[in-house]
């Protein structure tokens, strides 16, 4: 329904109802007397329409049951932006168009709302607000749609989706939580690349807020107390090394990114939260690829390292033998199979990308035989490849030079890396034809080896191995963006497209983009999670115990806000020495081994198939592959410490998996409590993946008193199966 009026009235008593007519059991939305109530059952949000000051606000956000309201007594001003320079907020110069309920994919409900600017407004704008509910949640997910009424082109920047103001200021009682909501800090914040979810919590209170941004890598922006008690979610500012700009065309409609905001209560830190129904809304409706894809990698095996490009038919065919012996279930080819028309014997892989095609020295009967022979062996294969680097020796570009990415000066830019060994290479720009030149290449490798793995590995918009980041991004005159600043958003959205048709076209392709190709040192986020199934997130060569640690840490760091099998770990050698000790670390997220299996005894080959085979059964059982929780009492991996993790299937309760491992701590012995599981049913705890019954309890028992871990050797750990009677 819609609710318009030329001058809008103050005694506008039009009622409606938002949300039952999408069958829910009680309506998500009302909105009456220029009020519009989003309520669940799990959070209320009451958005009010001033006519008199045109502003329409936020003024209550609260928990059922709980009369206490997250927000402060003077409301924020929802939304902010600039339009060529000037501030519109929600709190002056709008009329309300229309509200009309909503229903979206994965039961979100909730109300769209249409402003469009009058009075004192500075731009000819139209601004559709989307709020989603979900159910059971207390979770509010929001976006704003553009529209530029103007008869000229304007430019947009310095967007906040969400700017509300918080009911506390900044204090040392209020500990706001960045980098993946795990690092403490005190005093105003403001967020990078690295904060796709982050917490304000109240020691005092203990209560707090979560704050989810789905922006795309550097473009995200959160802040906490900036201005006395603002919080805000939305996109880079203008003032910003890298500040989002996007250039809106007479008539032009553009949707931002979404935010998300989730209040929680009675609790002593933001755990609960991150890890109850933060979790249960990612896993469930924010749409992770993850989630969807059946065949997804459990226990794989990649060629880079200690091979390189160093590889061969005859070698890539004795590797697969020999992770097929070790139980690995995805064999991926990486870097050196391909070559440009042009390429020189033995030339480096990184001189040899743009044409893509199969390097005939090394695998002069091309690559289906080698992969039909991984199929065979019962593996899925995978394949490396670039999403947006040419060699300019390649014929891509010589024939098309327009597609690279420019510089300041007009010159072909690798943002990548600037050393002198890379001086050849360039990044492509997506924005231009490289983009069906690129998805072709990919589809034809995909279609005619049968992928059922895609590695897009290098930058395609920033660079981990730069540090020069004012030039990032694409300067090119003559590319469909105007500007390095509007490039830098539509580029990344090119790259979600691209990765969206090739799995319409290859459903059971898996797709890993990355940190590289996101742009940074171990950078991954939401809204790359529901384009790409995971992200080689981290280089580790170091073999155990120090390995095992920084597998862990990694691990650890990003799981409050990413989903465990959208990471993958990286680096660690079959053929490094304590095996048990190494998978049991890697078990966290997904297993992904390297080196050489060849050197490994006949007895190293049967431990890894009994690993494979353990976790498979155990996975099967509990599909716990979606879940990861913190371990009660065990904090970040350190050295000298204990750590551990769960990983709890918290929608059947039947179990999953606990890990526990001393790293060089002086303490020999622990007891491990396990939370999330039925309390009255039985549970046994196994030790895996030959171990015997270590325990068997209640859940209420093993979250009471839980069950006690020795380890001997100062640098040693073990994963458990907890499993439901």
Not at 220 to 249: A, N, Y
Not at 434 to 442: G, L, P, S
Request: proline content about 5%.
């Amino acid at each position: 329904m819609k609710t318009t009026s030329g001058s809008y009235c103050i005694g506008l008593v039009l009622c409606v109802l938002l949300g039952a007519s999408h069958g829910a059991e009680a309506p998500v939305g009302r909105w009456s007397n220029n009020t519009l109530v989003l309520d669940n059952g799990a959070v209320l949000r009451k958005i009010v329409y001033d006519a008199k000051k045109r502003a329409f606000r936020t003024a209550e956000l609260k928990l059922a049951g709980d009369d206490f309201n997250f927000l402060g007594r003077s409301p924020g001003p929802e939304f902010s932006f600039e339009i060529d320079g000037k501030v519109c907020r929600g709190d002056s110069g709008w009329e309300v168009a229309s509200v009309t309920p909503v229903a979206a994919q994965r039961d979100g409900q909730g109300a769209a709302v249409v402003l469009r600017s009058a009075g004192a407004n500075p731009a000819k704008i139209e601004v559709a607000i989307e709020y989603l509910l979900y159910p059971k949640l207390p979770v509010i997910r929001k976006k704003l749609t553009l529209k530029n009424l103007a008869d000229k082109e304007v430019k947009l920047e310095s967007l906040d989706v969400e700017n509300l103001r918080y009911y506390a200021r900044t204090g040392d009682a209020i500990h706001v939580y960045g980098n993946y909501a795990r690092r403490a800090r005190v005093g105003e914040f403001v967020g990078d690349r690295y904060d796709t979810l982050v917490a304000a919590h109240d020691l005092t209170r203990r209560r707090g807020i979560a704050l989810g941004n789905e922006a795309p890598g550097y473009l995200k922006r959160t802040t906490m107390f900036i201005d006395g008690s603002d919080l805000t979610v939305g996109l880079t500012h203008q003032d910003q090394v890298l500040p989002f700009r996007k250039w809106l065309k007479p008539g032009e409609t553009w949707e931002s990114t979404w935010a998300f905001i989730c209040p929680y209560a009675d609790a002593p830190g933001p755990e609960k939260a991150l890890f109850g129904p933060v979790a249960d809304f990612v896993r469930r409706h924010l749409g992770i690829r993850a989630a969807e894809l059946q065949g997804k990698p459990q226990f794989a095996y990649n060629t880079w390292s200690p091979f390189k490009d160093r590889i061969s038919e005859s070698l890539i065919l004795e590797l697969a033998e020999g992770a097929a012996a070790c139980g690995a279930k995805d064999f991926q080819i990486d870097a050196g199979w391909h070559r440009n028309d042009a390429s020189p014997a033995n030339a480096p892989w990184w001189s040899c990308m743009g044409d893509y095609l199969v390097d005939e020295k090394k695998f002069p009967r091309g690559l289906n035989p080698v992969f039909a022979r991984v199929r065979e062996l019962g593996m899925r294969p995978g394949l490396w490849m670039s999403l947006a680097t040419m060699s300019q020796t390649s014929r891509a570009f010589r024939e098309h030079p327009e597609w690279a990415i420019r510089d300041r000066q007009g010159r072909p830019s690798y943002v990548h890396d600037d050393r002198s060994l890379f001086q050849d290479n360039c990044n492509a720009c997506l924005t231009t034809g490289w983009y069906d030149h690129v998805k072709a290449a990919m589809a034809k490798q995909i279609g005619e080896n049968g992928l059922k793995y895609l590695k897009i590995d290098i930058a395609m918009i920033t660079g981990a191995y730069r540090f020069d980041e004012e030039n990032f991004g694409c300067f090119a005159k003559d590319h469909p963006h105007k500007d390095r600043e509007e490039s830098l958003l539509m580029i990344y959205r090119r790259a979600w497209q691209l990765f969206d048709e090739l799995h319409a076209a290859f459903p059971e392709l898996y797709i890993d983009l990355t940190f590289e190709a996101a742009g940074d040192w171990q950078l991954i986020d939401l809204d790359q999670c529901k384009h790409a199934h995971g992200n080689w997130l981290h280089n580790c060569y170091d073999p155990p115990p120090i390995g095992c640690l920084r597998q862990r840490n990694v691990g650890w760091w990003v799981s409050p806000a990413i989903p465990a099998p959208a990471v993958l770990l990286g680096c660690m050698k079959m053929d490094n020495p304590q095996l048990d000790f190494m998978v049991g670390s890697l078990a966290g997220t997904v297993p992904l081994m390297l080196g050489d299996p060849r050197k490994l005894s006949a007895e190293q080959k049967a431990r890894y198939r009994q690993w494979s085979a353990w976790l498979d059964r155990a996975r099967e059982k509990h599909d716990y592959a979606l879940f990861r929780q913190d371990l009660p009492e065990f904090g970040e991996p350190l050295e000298g410490a204990w750590d551990g993790w769960q990983r709890i299937n918290t929608d059947t309760r039947s179990g999953g998996l606990v890990g526990v491992f001393r790293q060089g701590s002086l303490d020999a012995q622990r007891i491990v409590h396990v939370v999330r599981l039925d309390p009255d049913r039985i549970y046994r705890v196994r030790r895996g993946p030959d171990g015997g019954e270590v325990a068997k309890l209640s859940g209420k028992e093993l979250e009471s008193r839980g069950f006690s871990v020795q380890f001997e050797q100062p640098y040693d750990g073990a994963v458990f199966e907890i499993d439901r009677e």
